[in-house]
Protein backbone atom coordinates (compact mmCIF):
# COMPACT_ATOMS: atom_id res chain seq x y z
CA UNK A 1 0.00 0.00 0.00
CA UNK A 2 1.22 3.58 -1.11
CA UNK A 3 2.29 5.58 2.06
CA UNK A 4 0.46 8.63 2.58
CA UNK A 5 2.52 12.23 2.95
CA UNK A 6 2.29 14.61 5.75
CA UNK A 7 3.99 18.29 5.59
CA UNK A 8 5.17 19.43 9.55
CA UNK A 9 5.86 23.39 9.95
CA UNK A 10 6.95 23.56 13.07
CA UNK A 11 9.83 25.79 14.89
CA UNK A 12 10.97 23.72 17.59
CA UNK A 13 13.47 20.85 16.22
CA UNK A 14 16.97 19.67 17.49
CA UNK A 15 19.19 20.71 18.29
CA UNK A 16 16.15 23.09 20.27
CA UNK A 17 16.31 21.39 23.76
CA UNK A 18 12.87 21.42 26.48
CA UNK A 19 9.25 19.59 26.06
CA UNK A 20 8.73 21.72 22.88
CA UNK A 21 10.50 19.70 20.54
CA UNK A 22 9.96 16.37 21.85
CA UNK A 23 5.81 15.92 20.49
CA UNK A 24 6.39 15.88 16.99
CA UNK A 25 9.92 14.69 17.21
CA UNK A 26 8.34 11.85 18.52
CA UNK A 27 5.17 11.74 16.12
CA UNK A 28 8.07 11.96 13.18
CA UNK A 29 9.95 8.83 14.49
CA UNK A 30 6.80 6.55 14.44
CA UNK A 31 4.79 7.65 11.75
CA UNK A 32 6.50 5.24 8.82
CA UNK A 33 5.58 2.72 10.85
CA UNK A 34 1.63 3.18 10.30
CA UNK A 35 1.89 4.16 6.67
CA UNK A 36 2.78 7.59 7.07
CA UNK A 37 5.71 9.88 5.23
CA UNK A 38 6.51 12.39 7.03
CA UNK A 39 8.21 15.64 5.88
CA UNK A 40 9.24 18.51 8.33
CA UNK A 41 9.94 22.28 7.64
CA UNK A 42 11.80 23.92 9.66
CA UNK A 43 13.44 27.58 10.29
CA UNK A 44 16.51 27.67 8.89
CA UNK A 45 18.32 30.21 11.44
CA UNK A 46 16.03 30.12 14.61
CA UNK A 47 16.68 31.99 18.41
CA UNK A 48 16.09 28.51 20.57
CA UNK A 49 15.80 29.82 24.02
CA UNK A 50 17.32 25.78 24.83
CA UNK A 51 19.66 24.16 22.90
CA UNK A 52 20.06 20.09 23.65
CA UNK A 53 22.11 18.77 20.77
CA UNK A 54 22.17 15.40 22.12
CA UNK A 55 18.61 15.22 20.81
CA UNK A 56 19.92 15.37 16.83
CA UNK A 57 20.35 11.29 17.37
CA UNK A 58 16.45 10.83 17.46
CA UNK A 59 16.10 12.36 14.33
CA UNK A 60 15.36 9.45 11.73
CA UNK A 61 18.29 9.51 9.04
CA UNK A 62 16.15 9.66 5.83
CA UNK A 63 13.81 12.25 7.45
CA UNK A 64 13.04 14.93 4.47
CA UNK A 65 13.83 18.06 5.73
CA UNK A 66 12.92 21.71 4.14
CA UNK A 67 14.97 24.91 5.89
CA UNK A 68 14.33 28.22 5.33
CA UNK A 69 15.31 32.05 7.02
CA UNK A 70 13.39 33.62 9.53
CA UNK A 71 14.18 36.93 11.05
CA UNK A 72 12.89 37.44 14.71
CA UNK A 73 13.61 40.31 17.07
CA UNK A 74 14.95 39.04 19.72
CA UNK A 75 18.17 39.45 19.19
CA UNK A 76 17.45 42.80 19.47
CA UNK A 77 15.60 42.17 22.58
CA UNK A 78 18.17 40.33 24.57
CA UNK A 79 20.40 43.49 24.27
CA UNK A 80 17.91 45.99 25.75
CA UNK A 81 17.67 43.42 29.02
CA UNK A 82 18.69 39.68 30.00
CA UNK A 83 15.23 38.87 30.93
CA UNK A 84 13.88 38.75 27.22
CA UNK A 85 15.56 35.55 27.27
CA UNK A 86 12.58 34.52 29.61
CA UNK A 87 9.87 35.93 26.77
CA UNK A 88 11.64 33.75 24.44
CA UNK A 89 10.70 30.51 26.76
CA UNK A 90 6.95 32.25 28.14
CA UNK A 91 8.35 33.07 30.95
CA UNK A 92 7.67 36.19 33.20
CA UNK A 93 8.44 38.13 36.03
CA UNK A 94 5.42 39.05 38.17
CA UNK A 95 4.68 41.63 40.60
CA UNK A 96 7.38 43.63 41.81
CA UNK A 97 9.83 41.37 40.39
CA UNK A 98 9.41 43.06 37.53
CA UNK A 99 11.22 45.91 36.20
CA UNK A 100 10.43 48.74 34.29
CA UNK A 101 12.82 47.38 30.97
CA UNK A 102 10.59 43.63 31.84
CA UNK A 103 7.08 45.96 31.38
CA UNK A 104 8.05 47.22 28.26
CA UNK A 105 9.71 44.45 26.59
CA UNK A 106 6.09 42.40 27.62
CA UNK A 107 3.92 45.15 26.33
CA UNK A 108 5.94 45.30 23.00
CA UNK A 109 5.47 41.45 22.61
CA UNK A 110 2.13 41.70 22.84
CA UNK A 111 0.81 44.65 21.12
CA UNK A 112 3.19 44.81 18.00
CA UNK A 113 4.13 40.84 17.52
CA UNK A 114 0.57 39.06 17.31
CA UNK A 115 0.67 36.28 18.06
CA UNK A 116 4.15 35.84 18.46
CA UNK A 117 7.69 37.69 17.19
CA UNK A 118 7.92 34.81 14.69
CA UNK A 119 5.36 36.15 12.81
CA UNK A 120 7.81 37.67 10.32
CA UNK A 121 8.28 33.87 9.15
CA UNK A 122 4.73 33.76 7.93
CA UNK A 123 4.53 35.86 4.95
CA UNK A 124 7.78 34.22 3.14
CA UNK A 125 6.74 30.87 4.49
CA UNK A 126 3.22 31.09 2.31
CA UNK A 127 4.39 32.21 0.01
CA UNK A 128 7.42 29.56 -0.78
CA UNK A 129 5.62 26.78 0.82
CA UNK A 130 2.69 28.06 -1.67
CA UNK A 131 5.13 27.13 -4.38
CA UNK A 132 6.29 23.89 -3.23
CA UNK A 133 2.83 22.29 -2.98
CA UNK A 134 2.18 23.02 -6.53
CA UNK A 135 4.39 20.50 -7.33
CA UNK A 136 4.57 18.59 -4.06
CA UNK A 137 1.67 16.52 -3.02
CA UNK A 138 1.15 16.04 0.39
CA UNK A 139 -2.24 14.67 2.02
CA UNK A 140 -1.89 16.69 5.54
CA UNK A 141 -0.21 19.92 6.28
CA UNK A 142 0.50 19.77 9.94
CA UNK A 143 1.48 23.26 12.03
CA UNK A 144 2.22 23.02 15.65
CA UNK A 145 2.55 25.73 18.18
CA UNK A 146 3.48 27.64 20.11
CA UNK A 147 4.46 29.67 18.48
CA UNK A 148 1.21 30.24 16.90
CA UNK A 149 2.23 32.20 14.35
CA UNK A 150 2.91 28.97 12.79
CA UNK A 151 -1.06 28.32 12.36
CA UNK A 152 -1.27 31.47 10.60
CA UNK A 153 0.72 29.82 8.13
CA UNK A 154 -1.38 26.90 8.05
CA UNK A 155 -4.33 29.32 7.36
CA UNK A 156 -2.45 30.60 4.45
CA UNK A 157 -1.98 27.92 2.97
CA UNK A 158 -5.84 26.48 3.43
CA UNK A 159 -6.90 29.86 1.84
CA UNK A 160 -4.74 28.81 -1.13
CA UNK A 161 -5.29 25.28 -1.37
CA UNK A 162 -9.24 24.68 0.06
CA UNK A 163 -8.95 20.47 -0.29
CA UNK A 164 -5.49 20.39 1.75
CA UNK A 165 -6.06 18.66 5.00
CA UNK A 166 -4.71 20.40 7.96
CA UNK A 167 -4.56 19.93 11.74
CA UNK A 168 -3.19 22.70 13.85
CA UNK A 169 -1.40 21.70 16.74
CA UNK A 170 -2.21 23.39 20.11
CA UNK A 171 0.92 22.18 22.46
CA UNK A 172 -0.22 25.05 24.76
CA UNK A 173 -3.54 27.27 24.70
CA UNK A 174 -3.24 30.84 22.55
CA UNK A 175 -5.53 32.86 24.28
CA UNK A 176 -6.56 30.72 27.43
CA UNK A 177 -2.92 29.88 28.39
CA UNK A 178 -2.25 31.54 32.28
CA UNK A 179 0.35 33.83 30.94
CA UNK A 180 -2.10 35.94 28.10
CA UNK A 181 -3.42 38.09 30.76
CA UNK A 182 0.11 38.91 31.61
CA UNK A 183 0.91 40.39 27.96
CA UNK A 184 -0.51 43.78 28.72
CA UNK A 185 -2.61 43.91 26.00
CA UNK A 186 -4.66 47.06 24.83
CA UNK A 187 -8.32 45.99 23.52
CA UNK A 188 -6.80 46.53 20.09
CA UNK A 189 -4.62 43.95 20.30
CA UNK A 190 -6.62 41.33 22.25
CA UNK A 191 -9.32 41.50 19.69
CA UNK A 192 -6.83 40.61 16.87
CA UNK A 193 -5.06 37.81 18.77
CA UNK A 194 -8.76 36.28 19.17
CA UNK A 195 -9.77 36.91 16.26
CA UNK A 196 -6.69 34.97 14.68
CA UNK A 197 -7.59 32.11 16.94
CA UNK A 198 -11.05 31.86 15.68
CA UNK A 199 -9.88 31.62 12.03
CA UNK A 200 -7.56 28.92 13.04
CA UNK A 201 -10.01 27.12 14.58
CA UNK A 202 -13.11 27.14 12.38
CA UNK A 203 -10.49 26.83 9.14
CA UNK A 204 -8.62 23.69 10.58
CA UNK A 205 -10.06 20.05 9.70
CA UNK A 206 -8.65 18.86 12.50
CA UNK A 207 -7.19 20.73 15.56
CA UNK A 208 -5.61 18.84 18.10
CA UNK A 209 -5.41 19.51 21.81
CA UNK A 210 -2.68 17.60 24.44
CA UNK A 211 -5.25 17.97 27.38
CA UNK A 212 -8.83 16.78 27.86
CA UNK A 213 -9.71 20.26 28.95
CA UNK A 214 -8.27 22.62 26.49
CA UNK A 215 -9.91 20.04 23.42
CA UNK A 216 -13.25 20.78 25.03
CA UNK A 217 -12.38 24.50 25.77
CA UNK A 218 -11.32 24.41 21.61
CA UNK A 219 -15.00 22.62 21.19
CA UNK A 220 -16.38 25.60 22.48
CA UNK A 221 -14.96 28.02 20.13
CA UNK A 222 -15.76 26.06 17.44
CA UNK A 223 -13.04 23.79 16.40
CA UNK A 224 -13.10 20.46 15.25
CA UNK A 225 -10.67 19.55 18.38
CA UNK A 226 -9.29 16.21 19.62
CA UNK A 227 -6.94 15.46 22.61
CA UNK A 228 -3.85 13.43 21.60
CA UNK A 229 -1.89 13.84 24.91
CA UNK A 230 2.18 14.01 25.17
CA UNK A 231 3.72 10.96 26.20
CA UNK A 232 6.76 8.99 26.53
CA UNK A 233 9.00 6.54 24.10
CA UNK A 234 10.11 3.26 25.15
CA UNK A 235 13.64 3.31 24.66
CA UNK A 236 17.32 3.19 25.60
CA UNK A 237 17.00 6.41 27.32
CA UNK A 238 13.90 4.87 29.44
CA UNK A 239 15.91 1.85 30.38
CA UNK A 240 11.98 1.11 30.71
CA UNK A 241 10.48 -2.56 29.83
CA UNK A 242 6.41 -3.25 28.87
CA UNK A 243 4.74 -5.43 27.57
CA UNK A 244 0.88 -6.16 26.83
CA UNK A 245 0.04 -8.55 29.59
CA UNK A 246 1.71 -6.77 32.06
CA UNK A 247 1.35 -2.68 31.45
CA UNK A 248 3.09 -1.99 34.45
CA UNK A 249 6.44 -0.70 34.68
CA UNK A 250 9.42 -2.49 35.48
CA UNK A 251 12.02 0.18 36.27
CA UNK A 252 12.52 -0.39 39.78
CA UNK A 253 14.42 2.62 42.01
CA UNK A 254 17.77 2.42 42.09
CA UNK A 255 19.17 2.36 45.38
CA UNK A 256 20.06 6.51 46.99
CA UNK A 257 21.66 7.33 50.10
CA UNK A 258 19.27 10.11 50.03
CA UNK A 259 15.58 10.97 50.37
CA UNK A 260 15.79 12.96 46.96
CA UNK A 261 13.02 15.67 45.78
CA UNK A 262 13.54 16.51 42.40
CA UNK A 263 13.01 19.00 39.68
CA UNK A 264 13.57 18.58 36.50
CA UNK A 265 12.88 21.00 33.71
CA UNK A 266 12.13 25.16 33.94
CA UNK A 267 10.59 26.57 36.91
CA UNK A 268 9.86 30.03 36.73
CA UNK A 269 7.61 32.18 39.21
CA UNK A 270 3.94 31.96 37.86
CA UNK A 271 4.40 28.30 38.63
CA UNK A 272 6.46 28.32 41.36
CA UNK A 273 4.83 26.23 44.87
CA UNK A 274 6.23 28.61 47.73
CA UNK A 275 3.75 26.36 50.17
CA UNK A 276 6.47 23.33 49.26
CA UNK A 277 9.37 25.87 50.02
CA UNK A 278 7.20 26.64 53.49
CA UNK A 279 6.67 23.18 54.09
CA UNK A 280 10.12 21.79 53.77
CA UNK A 281 11.75 24.31 55.77
CA UNK A 282 9.84 23.73 58.72
CA UNK A 283 10.43 20.15 58.27
CA UNK A 284 14.23 20.26 57.94
CA UNK A 285 14.22 22.35 60.96
CA UNK A 286 11.46 20.40 63.40
CA UNK A 287 12.86 16.73 62.05
CA UNK A 288 16.61 16.09 62.81
CA UNK A 289 16.53 12.86 60.86
CA UNK A 290 14.51 14.33 57.33
CA UNK A 291 17.27 17.24 57.61
CA UNK A 292 19.70 14.67 57.48
CA UNK A 293 18.78 12.51 54.87
CA UNK A 294 16.60 14.95 52.79
CA UNK A 295 18.32 16.86 49.03
CA UNK A 296 16.07 18.93 47.16
CA UNK A 297 17.62 18.68 43.62
CA UNK A 298 16.96 21.40 40.65
CA UNK A 299 17.69 19.73 37.10
CA UNK A 300 17.36 22.48 34.30
CA UNK A 301 16.57 26.19 34.22
CA UNK A 302 15.69 27.60 38.12
CA UNK A 303 14.36 31.36 38.18
CA UNK A 304 16.83 33.41 39.81
CA UNK A 305 14.80 34.68 42.14
CA UNK A 306 12.96 31.03 43.53
CA UNK A 307 16.71 30.47 44.08
CA UNK A 308 17.71 33.56 46.01
CA UNK A 309 14.23 32.55 48.38
CA UNK A 310 15.53 28.97 48.87
CA UNK A 311 19.30 29.58 49.67
CA UNK A 312 18.16 32.28 52.39
CA UNK A 313 16.33 29.82 54.23
CA UNK A 314 17.13 26.56 56.47
CA UNK A 315 17.01 24.37 52.92
CA UNK A 316 20.15 25.80 51.67
CA UNK A 317 22.71 22.84 52.96
CA UNK A 318 19.66 19.99 51.61
CA UNK A 319 20.15 22.10 48.07
CA UNK A 320 21.43 20.56 44.54
CA UNK A 321 20.90 22.61 41.66
CA UNK A 322 22.64 21.41 38.90
CA UNK A 323 20.83 23.63 35.61
CA UNK A 324 20.32 22.62 32.72
CA UNK A 325 21.49 19.28 31.45
CA UNK A 326 20.82 17.10 28.24
CA UNK A 327 17.64 15.01 28.07
CA UNK A 328 19.43 11.89 28.80
CA UNK A 329 21.42 13.05 32.02
CA UNK A 330 17.78 14.33 32.90
CA UNK A 331 16.17 10.86 32.30
CA UNK A 332 19.43 9.78 34.47
CA UNK A 333 18.27 11.98 37.97
CA UNK A 334 14.48 11.34 37.46
CA UNK A 335 15.27 7.51 37.91
CA UNK A 336 18.01 8.36 40.51
CA UNK A 337 15.03 10.36 42.53
CA UNK A 338 12.33 9.49 45.26
CA UNK A 339 10.14 11.97 44.40
CA UNK A 340 9.32 14.10 41.56
CA UNK A 341 7.89 17.35 41.45
CA UNK A 342 5.81 18.75 38.97
CA UNK A 343 3.82 22.19 39.14
CA UNK A 344 1.10 24.02 37.59
CA UNK A 345 -0.66 27.70 37.32
CA UNK A 346 -2.90 27.88 39.82
CA UNK A 347 -5.44 29.42 38.24
CA UNK A 348 -8.64 27.48 37.94
CA UNK A 349 -8.30 28.25 33.87
CA UNK A 350 -5.11 26.51 33.98
CA UNK A 351 -6.16 23.31 34.88
CA UNK A 352 -6.38 21.35 31.20
CA UNK A 353 -2.15 21.96 31.17
CA UNK A 354 -0.34 18.70 31.66
CA UNK A 355 3.25 19.13 31.48
CA UNK A 356 5.31 16.82 29.26
CA UNK A 357 7.44 15.83 32.13
CA UNK A 358 4.42 13.81 33.86
CA UNK A 359 4.70 10.93 31.16
CA UNK A 360 8.89 10.66 31.49
CA UNK A 361 7.66 11.01 34.99
CA UNK A 362 5.54 8.04 34.89
CA UNK A 363 7.88 6.23 32.69
CA UNK A 364 10.05 5.75 35.49
CA UNK A 365 7.66 4.50 38.35
CA UNK A 366 8.40 6.95 41.01
CA UNK A 367 6.29 8.77 43.29
CA UNK A 368 4.80 12.06 41.55
CA UNK A 369 3.94 15.34 43.52
CA UNK A 370 1.80 18.04 41.67
CA UNK A 371 0.81 21.31 42.22
CA UNK A 372 -2.09 22.99 40.81
CA UNK A 373 -6.03 24.28 40.47
CA UNK A 374 -8.29 21.43 41.47
CA UNK A 375 -9.88 18.91 38.92
CA UNK A 376 -6.87 19.17 36.56
CA UNK A 377 -6.19 16.72 33.93
CA UNK A 378 -2.88 15.64 35.55
CA UNK A 379 -4.95 14.75 38.85
CA UNK A 380 -6.74 13.02 36.54
CA UNK A 381 -4.16 11.17 35.52
CA UNK A 382 -2.38 10.50 39.02
CA UNK A 383 -5.74 9.34 40.29
CA UNK A 384 -6.21 7.14 36.99
CA UNK A 385 -2.77 5.75 37.31
CA UNK A 386 -2.18 5.93 41.01
CA UNK A 387 1.41 7.33 40.30
CA UNK A 388 1.59 9.75 43.01
CA UNK A 389 -0.61 12.85 44.59
CA UNK A 390 -1.70 16.19 43.26
CA UNK A 391 -1.93 19.10 45.44
CA UNK A 392 -3.64 22.82 45.49
CA UNK A 393 -1.36 25.36 46.55
CA UNK A 394 -3.48 26.20 49.98
CA UNK A 395 -2.96 22.35 51.36
CA UNK A 396 -0.38 22.93 53.85
CA UNK A 397 -1.13 19.98 56.30
CA UNK A 398 -1.88 17.46 53.85
CA UNK A 399 0.89 18.39 51.90
CA UNK A 400 3.28 17.96 55.37
CA UNK A 401 1.29 14.68 56.10
CA UNK A 402 2.14 13.07 52.35
CA UNK A 403 6.15 14.17 52.66
CA UNK A 404 6.34 12.59 56.20
CA UNK A 405 4.50 9.53 54.77
CA UNK A 406 6.87 9.23 51.71
CA UNK A 407 9.81 9.75 53.68
CA UNK A 408 8.93 6.83 56.14
CA UNK A 409 7.94 4.57 52.90
CA UNK A 410 11.91 5.55 51.65
CA UNK A 411 13.31 4.26 55.10
CA UNK A 412 11.40 1.25 54.83
CA UNK A 413 12.18 0.49 51.29
CA UNK A 414 8.02 0.67 50.28
CA UNK A 415 8.69 4.72 48.67
CA UNK A 416 8.32 2.35 44.49
CA UNK A 417 5.53 3.22 42.89
CA UNK A 418 4.34 0.48 40.05
CA UNK A 419 2.03 2.99 38.28
CA UNK A 420 -0.54 1.61 36.32
CA UNK A 421 -2.16 1.68 32.81
CA UNK A 422 0.37 3.54 31.45
CA UNK A 423 1.06 2.11 28.03
CA UNK A 424 -1.55 4.41 26.52
CA UNK A 425 0.62 7.38 27.11
CA UNK A 426 3.80 5.40 24.63
CA UNK A 427 4.57 7.83 21.87
CA UNK A 428 4.03 4.86 19.49
CA UNK A 429 0.60 4.02 20.94
CA UNK A 430 -0.33 8.28 20.54
CA UNK A 431 0.80 8.10 17.32
CA UNK A 432 -1.44 4.72 16.25
CA UNK A 433 -4.42 7.05 17.58
CA UNK A 434 -2.99 9.89 15.91
CA UNK A 435 -2.89 8.02 12.28
CA UNK A 436 -6.68 6.32 13.78
CA UNK A 437 -7.66 10.02 13.50
CA UNK A 438 -6.22 11.03 10.18
CA UNK A 439 -7.25 7.94 8.73
CA UNK A 440 -10.73 8.45 9.79
CA UNK A 441 -10.89 12.25 8.91
CA UNK A 442 -9.02 12.28 5.48
Not at 99 to 109: D, E, L
Not at 179 to 204: G, M, P, Q
Not at 312 to 340: E, F, I, P, R
Request: with cysteine; hydrophobic share 35%; net charge positive.
Amino acid sequence: MKQKKTLIISYYWPPAGGPGVQRWLKFVKYLPDFGWEPTVFIPENPSYPIVDETLQKDVPKNLKMIKTKIWEPYQLAEKFGKDNKKFKAGQFDVGENQSWKAKFSIFVRGNFFIPDARVFWVKPSVEFLEKYLKVNHYDVLVTTGPPHSLHLIGLGLKKKFPDLKWIADFRDPWTEISYYKHLKLTKIADKKHRKLESEVFKNADITLATSYTDAENFRKKGANAFCITNGFDVDASTTLSMTEENSKTLLLSNSTTKFTLSYIGILEQLRNPEILWETLNVLVQENADFKNDFELKFVGRLDDKILQKIESSALKNNLTNLGYQTHDVALKHMQDSSVLLMTNFPQESSKGIIPGKIFEYLATGKTILSFGPKDADVEKILNETKAGKHFGYDEKENLKNFILESYQNWKSGMLNQNAENIEQFSRKNLTQKLVDLMNKWF
